[in-house]
């Protein structure tokens, strides 16, 4: 059995605090938590992301009234908006468009 404190002098150059001779004699106790600790933590993939464009909701909604037939003064009158306002987000966003993912609600 390795004798703890010289290998901690040797490292370290001094000698090991009763603190630290506690917890190296814990370590040498349990050698498959040393094995757990000196083992590197597997990197998590991230989570795959959904296919789609992100627009604000004001896209999403102005691209779902458009595919169910709308004309642009009654999407205007539907959300209350300028149809400048709608003509602005239709030409930003490419609407309309069918991979348009629905925005989260705050």
Not at 4 to 14: M, S, W
Request: net charge positive.
């Amino acid at each position: 059995m390795v004798n703890v404190t010289d290998t901690f002098t040797k490292l370290y150059g001094r000698p090991p605090t009763p603190r630290e001779v506690g917890a190296m004699m814990k370590l040498q106790a349990n050698p498959e938590r040393v094995r757990k600790l000196l083992q590197p933590e597997p990197v998590k993939k991230p989570a795959p992301k959904p296919e789609g464009k992100k627009v604000n909701i004001r896209a999403w909604a102005i691209n779902c009234l458009m595919q169910d037939g709308y004309t642009k003064e009654q999407i205007a009158h539907i959300l209350c908006i300028t149809i400048a306002q709608i003509d602005y987000n239709i030409e930003r966003q490419s609407l309309p468009r069918d991979d348009l993912i629905k925005p989260k609600s705050k």
